[in-house]
């Protein structure tokens, strides 16, 4: 059974950095694209970034390049997000999602319950 | 950035109708396009790969058509757990994008 399980949120200030990860299991992880979806209260999807299964490709949404980081380690089937610079807008649940390949253009198969990260002072 | 236009917003019907949920791409996204169903408090879960091939335990009375930029899904006879929201997303191109959902609550 595929499983997804995020930690890492709470609340953070303005300006202030936060680290997600999601542990995987059920399935070979290297084998698999991951991805962020995020949403905020009360609003619909928004796609953050994905990884390759090797970890050798990413991208991201122009809106979160070079505030957020998605990596990923192998050897301990977990996926990871930096997040840096946050704002108020940033407050949302963030979710790890199993990509359908293991690159180019996935659909997302299987999804974490999510983390909340609140942005606020 | 390939835009999803979700239509109608919200759609209210009484349980055993049916329902048809429309997705709008701004560009061709061939078949490269996919539906999930979010409810409260739960994360979303794939429905529909493919533009109409169902995923895994998905009932047969969800039913999804279309190609390039224009999308249907389709629920038959609504059962008491089909409300929800629902999201289209395009995995054709990067960024990858989704609508904007379509709530589908109790009449």
């Known amino acids: 059974e595929v499983q997804l399980l995020e930690s890492g949120g709470g609340l953070v200030q303005p300006g202030g950095s936060l680290s997600l990860s999601c542990a995987a299991s059920?399935?070979?992880?290297?084998?698999?694209?991951m991805t962020w979806v995020r949403q905020a209260p009360g609003k619909g999807l928004e796609w953050v970034s994905i990884?390759?299964?090797?970890?050798?490709?990413?991208y991201y949404t122009d809106s979160m390049k070079g505030r957020f980081t998605i990596s990923r380690d192998n050897s301990k089937n977990t996926l990871y997000l930096q997040l840096n610079s946050l704002g108020a807008d940033d407050t949302a649940v963030y979710y790890c999602?199993?990509?359908?390949?293991?690159?180019?253009?996935?659909?997302?198969?299987?999804w974490g319950q999510g983390a909340l990260v609140t942005v606020s002072s | 950035e390939i835009v999803l236009t979700q239509s109608p917003a919200t759609l209210s019907v009484s349980p055993g109708e049916g329902a048809t949920l429309s997705c709008r791409a701004s560009?061709?996204?061939?078949?490269?396009f996919a539906w999930y169903q979010q409810k409260p408090g739960q994360a979303p879960r794939l429905l529909i790969y493919g533009a109409s091939t169902g995923a895994t335990g998905i009932p047969a009375r969800f039913v999804a058509s279309g190609s390039g930029t224009e999308f249907t899904l389709t629920i038959t006879s609504l059962q008491s757990e089909d409300f929800a929201v629902y999201y289209c997303?395009?995995?054709?191109?990067?960024?990858?994008?989704f609508g904007g959902g379509t709530k589908v609550e109790i009449k």
């Open positions: 560009q061709s996204v061939n078949r490269n």
């Open positions: 997303q395009q995995y054709n191109n990067w960024p990858l994008t």
């Open positions: 999602a199993k990509g359908s390949s293991s690159w180019y253009f996935p659909y997302f198969d299987y």
């Open positions: 059920g399935f070979t992880f290297r084998n698999y694209a």
């Open positions: 990884i390759s299964g090797s970890g050798d490709n990413t």
